[in-house]
């Protein structure tokens, strides 16, 4: 079962280069997907239905190896069926560019999937290089606006992220002997102290680049915003995450001294993130960047969650903090980008200054980008919030008033502010774009047909499910 | 118990259907208002209730938030004031908004306004408090917003949800503090926690207690729309005036003062006196009673006089909230919500009558042409200015000018004050619409309104002068009940009310009876001490604006030109290299790739 979860794209991308009809192919295998997904997250404490093992190497040990080692992969994985459906669903090929377009929307989707459900560790960040490919092709070749810099500048980065990455990997794997990534957690013992500080340095550079942790995110808003709509849904949603769930995965199970090491930069840089990255998204004059900035922005509250984890060891609710924020930054995030394509599609800009009024001419669109704009600011009721008042919390998991308040809850009393930015960014593009009397680009926008919905609903009831009641979500974990 | 369920979930029900369904067919306000009214029935039914009753929201561990319900005095007491006032606003608003095209989405907002206030009201724990309170801030923004298309509603939705938000900022830091020091989220169990704290930490309880009700308080500036983030108030007046009258005079902007109390309900009464804390919060609320009440003696829109008069009396309660005579605050706001609403209801009905005409100097002798609507407002500004023993204004402001006198006798000075500007700007106003010469031709054409219209303010006038006989059988909080004996000192109070009364009559009625236009021009008052322009001009401007301009330049040319631009540069002329043989840029990423794999093979091998 896994196999095919993690292989259907991929058949489908091959199918669609021999030449089946793209967009149907990808619709199709994404919607299958969807299905097994929404099983997997149900049924994933079955191992024996959700695991599958390939030796590909004798020495070292190398085995394609998939399975669920905890709920954290098969939320992650949820995530990417959902945001991948809706992605496929939303996005637009140019003339004549369908097989490419869709092809590599799949193969992103088939590299997010294979990395969260790796149990292997090359095959982890294998998968995930995998995924790069074509979103750096996406960028260059289908973009929009200055493509070719925004493809290097990702390129450049993520490249030399990953690199970083690896070095780290391959330490660790030597250490404890072994690719398995389940063994490699058994065996973390054998993860010396002074090694720790090190390894804990580069996955934090290797895996924050990846998640444009400050000051390694000035890739993420260009990218973005010259992105094809999946693309941006996609990277930004779903593979972004890869980082965000290495650290999870690997580096607080294995170099939990290590990172505490750290810690107090940590929490510096994701202050970066919140505050710096929010400040310049504020002065953004541009809806793409403006997105691209903001989902910069909120990687800080996960980093924050992670922080607590590594301060507070016992604090289970940091780690399931973490994954229901990445689950809900993920969709918001993708459903975004996907609104933002609709908008420049109807309008023909995405500069703030020439759009208004476009509530009148498109109620519909007016609507589902406000839940989504409320969803990103974190308004109860919709996924995001849940994160962050989880996050808030385990971040205040060890204050008891007696010694005043440490490092991490400082940094989190800083952190409750970018609320404030993020709802003066958002409300500011919301009233510029919507409301307001109608402007030239809008008078005559059309409005979203039907079945340009579905992929919005899609992803705005996953924000609701997980907004109205996390356990929903918890309770899979 | 499931009655009390369904009170909370009905109106959140009800917008679902309203905005997935019943948008195009008409039915959205007739079943919007279906639902208020049962939710009054419900609302009735669950008085004199004492129960709670919970379920796990999220859990992880064995830590969980939960969504749960808490009946006691307190909540069925301000349920009857959120459903009763709610009831005869969306009454009022099947006249008020019969024209709007956007109707199905205006009752949505109602609807989804009433859950929300619900859900605030019957919390039993603080994280839920939280959600409820984000959630009036949306559908107030909704609300406000309605008129979209008019910049000035759009930009003053805007500013109501940012001002609340920065009030919220301080609230969560606050529930955490809280959460740290007594280790519950729910508000059964905070005193517990907090004695065995004060227990352990004699020597700093007080100061780590009055830091995190400070950032409590927070919330409630910016709910309450207390200095100095009152500003988001008056520009709400945008909004339709019916949810002027429900959400922005009766009910949300409470909210602030109801929460407060029950904080101090949940800790234990006795550990806010003496608590720095707590003559902030009290010199928070004369403050803003008094800048309010003299930036509403310039005002010229009936809205907005009204507005500023809504500020300066949440200023009264939350003055009495922090003399730790909340139940005074409780009182006056319980009393506060009827008048204020038929004060806000009868100026809807001005409105209309006047064909959307706001300005006071614009109208003129509707008395005579307004017959109802022209008495009921002026028993709502009988009740407002505290009329002696016919009003139930009276009562409430008695209460609170005596916690004033009993704890404070500069906060009484200032309160004695504030009741003679009230009665003053209340005065000004009446006379100016109400009585001499229509001075347009909006005003001579106005006639009474419809019934649907006229009733709820007449049933709200009733309550007016009669509520304050009703707070037993209500439910409400009433601190007559302790202390039927007349405290020290009740006679200076009820001679300093008295006189400020029949001053502020004497003054308003000589200066403005029979005017034109406004003899009085005091530019600071009319400007409101300068502070929405300061806000605007330099905070948001000067201040927020250029701030993030100067860090987007230096992310732009620092971060990102030259630190890094130095290695993509670098990267990009290796990259040409590449591109002489193809071009594109996966042979870079493959380039990079290919580093990547040496480095695998070096350390593997290592």
């Given amino acids: 079962m896994l196999a095919l979860l993690v292989f259907l794209p991929i058949i489908a991308f091959i199918a669609i280069l021999l030449g089946a009809p793209a967009r149907l192919t990808a619709i199709g295998a994404s919607a299958v997907n969807l299905a097994l997904g929404l099983f997997a997250a149900i049924t994933w404490h079955n191992a024996g239905l959700w695991s599958f093992s390939i030796p590909v190497l004798e020495k070292p040990a190398l085995n394609l190896a998939f399975g669920f080692a905890d709920g954290m992969s098969a939320i992650m994985v949820l995530l990417s069926v959902i945001v991948t459906l809706a992605a496929v669903l939303s996005g637009k090929a140019p003339e004549g560019k369908e097989k490419l377009y869709f092809a590599s929307s799949l193969l992103i989707s088939a590299g997010a999937i294979g990395a969260f459900a790796a149990t292997d560790l090359f095959f982890f960040y294998a998968f995930h290089e995998l995924a790069l490919v074509p979103t750096f092709l ?28 690896l070095a780290g990997l391959v330490w660790l794997a030597n250490l404890t002997g072994t690719y398995n990534m389940v063994e490699m957690v058994k065996g973390a013992e054998k993860v010396d102290p002074a090694a720790q500080k090190s390894i804990a340095a580069l996955l934090v550079v290797g895996f924050g680049t990846l998640v444009s942790l400050f000051p390694f995110h000035s890739w993420a808003a260009p990218a973005y915003a010259s992105a094809p709509a999946p693309v941006a849904m996609l990277h930004a949603g779903v593979l972004k995450k890869f980082g965000l769930y290495g650290l999870l ?59 607590a984890l590594i301060a507070f060891p016992e604090n289970p609710l940091a780690r399931s903090a973490a994954i229901v924020l ?11 980008f996907g609104l933002t394509d609709r908008i420049e ?121 997980v907004g109205l009641y996390p356990n929903l979500l918890l309770n899979l974990l | 118990m499931n009655l009390a369920w369904i009170l909370l979930f009905l109106p959140l029900v009800i917008a679902a259907a309203n905005q997935l369904v019943l948008k195009k067919t008409g039915l959205a306000p007739i079943v919007s208002v279906a639902s208020a009214l049962a939710t009054f029935v419900i609302a009735v039914l669950l008085l004199g209730e004492e129960k709670t009753a919970w379920f796990s929201w999220a859990t992880i561990g064995d830590f969980s938030i939960d969504i749960g319900i808490k009946l006691d005095r307190l909540s069925t007491g301000m349920m ?33 306004f009433m859950f929300s206030m619900t859900g605030i009201v019957l919390a039993n724990n603080f994280i839920m408090t939280f959600i409820f309170w984000e959630l009036v801030g949306l559908s107030s923004y909704l609300l406000i917003g309605h008129w979209y298309q008019k910049d000035s509603a759009a930009d003053a939705a805007k500013k109501a949800f940012l001002c609340n938000r920065v009030g919220d900022f301080g609230f969560m830091v606050g529930i955490l503090m809280l959460w740290g020091i007594t280790g519950a989220l729910s508000f059964d169990q905070m005193k517990g926690g907090l004695e065995a704290f004060q227990h352990a930490n004699a020597p700093i309880a007080v100061g780590v207690l009055s830091a995190a009700i400070l950032c409590v308080f927070c919330g409630a500036v910016g709910k309450s729309a207390q200095l100095p983030l009152h500003v988001w108030l008056p520009d709400a007046m945008e909004g339709p005036t019916p949810v002027s009258a429900l959400i922005h005079a009766a009910t949300m902007v409470a909210a602030g003062v109801y929460m407060l109390f029950r904080v101090q309900l949940s800790l234990g009464f006795e550990n806010f006196e003496a608590l720095p804390a707590s003559t902030v919060i009290a010199w928070t609320g004369g403050l803003t009673s008094l800048a309010a009440a003299l930036m509403a003696t310039q005002q010229d829109d009936i809205k907005r006089i009204l507005a500023y008069s809504t500020l300066s009396q949440l200023g009264y309660m939350v003055m009495a909230v922090g003399l730790v005579d909340g139940e005074a605050g409780m009182f006056h706001l319980f009393t506060h919500a009827w008048f204020k609403a038929l004060l806000f209801l009868g100026s809807g009905a001005l409105i209309y009558a006047c064909h959307h005409e706001q300005d006071i100097w614009k109208m003129g002798g509707l008395l005579k042409k307004m017959p109802i609507t022209g008495i009921t407002f002026a028993i709502g500004t009988a009740a407002l200015i505290a009329v002696p023993y016919v009003t139930s204004g009276f009562y409430s402001k008695e209460e609170i000018l005596t916690a004033a006198y009993t704890h404070n006798k500069v906060l009484f000075g200032i309160a004695v004050v504030v009741a003679f500007l009230t009665t003053f700007y209340m005065t000004r106003a009446y006379v100016v619409t109400f009585l001499g010469k229509t001075r347009s031709e909006n005003a001579d054409h106005a006639h ?159």
């Fill in chain 1, 138 to 165: 996406m960028i260059g070749m289908l973009g929009r606006g200055d493509r070719r810099a925004a493809a290097w500048k990702i390129t450049i980065y993520l490249g030399l992220g990953s690199i970083v990455l």
């Fill in chain 1, 249 to 307: 995965r690997i580096a607080i199970p294995l170099v939990p001294e290590g990172l505490h090491y750290w810690l107090t930069p940590l929490l510096v840089l994701l202050l970066g993130n919140i505050l710096w990255v929010g400040w310049v998204t504020i002065s953004q004059k541009r809806l793409d960047l403006m997105l691209g900035n903001s989902s910069v922005m909120h990687m800080g509250y996960i980093f924050l969650a992670i922080a």
């Fill in chain 1, 326 to 336: 990445m689950f809900a930054h993920g969709i918001s995030i993708a459903l975004l």
């Fill in chain 1, 345 to 465: 599609r109807n309008t023909g800009t995405l500069d703030l200054q020439d759009l208004g009024g476009l509530a009148k001419s498109a109620p519909g669109l007016a609507f589902l980008f406000g839940i989504a704009a409320m969803a990103s600011i974190g308004l109860p009721g919709l996924a995001n919030f849940s994160g962050e008042v989880l996050v808030f919390l385990s971040a205040f998991k060890s204050y008891n008033g007696t010694h005043g308040l440490g490092p991490v809850q400082i940094a989190c009393i800083f952190s409750i502010w970018g609320v404030v930015i993020s709802a003066v960014y958002m409300l500011r593009a919301y009233r510029n774009i919507f409301q307001g009397p109608s402007v030239k680009a809008t008078a005559t926008a059309a409005d979203l047909t039907c079945a340009d919905r579905i992929p919005a609903l899609l992803l705005i009831l996953a924000l609701f499910a």
């Fill in chain 2, 80 to 112: 009857i004031v959120v459903t009763g006032v709610g009831l005869l606003v969306h009454i009022f608003s099947l006249a008020y908004m019969k024209a709007d095209e956007a109707k199905a989405r205006y009752f949505t907002g109602l609807s989804l």
């Fill in chain 2, 448 to 606: 009474e309104v419809g019934p649907l219209m006229w009733i709820p303010l007449v049933l709200l006038a009733a309550m007016a002068i009669g509520s304050a006989w009703l707070t037993g059988p209500l439910n409400a909080i009433d601190p007559r009940i302790h202390a039927p004996e007349h405290a020290e000192g009740h006679l200076v109070i009820l001679s300093c009310s008295i006189a400020a009364l029949v001053l502020g009559l004497f003054t308003g009625f000589v200066l403005y009876n029979g005017k034109e236009k406004d003899p009085l021009s005091i530019p600071l008052f009319r400007n409101r001490f300068y502070v929405d322009g300061f806000y605007d001009n330099f905070l948001v401007r000067y201040f927020q604006d250029a701030f993030a301009a100067i860090i987007a330049f230096f992310d732009e040319f620092i971060i990102n030109g030259l630190i890094v631009g130095g290695f993509s540069r670098a990267a990009e002329s290796t990259g040409n290299i590449f591109r002489k043989v193809q071009s594109g840029s996966l042979q870079g990423y493959a380039f990079v790739f290919g580093i990547g794999v040496i480095l695998v093979v070096y350390f593997t091998t290592f």
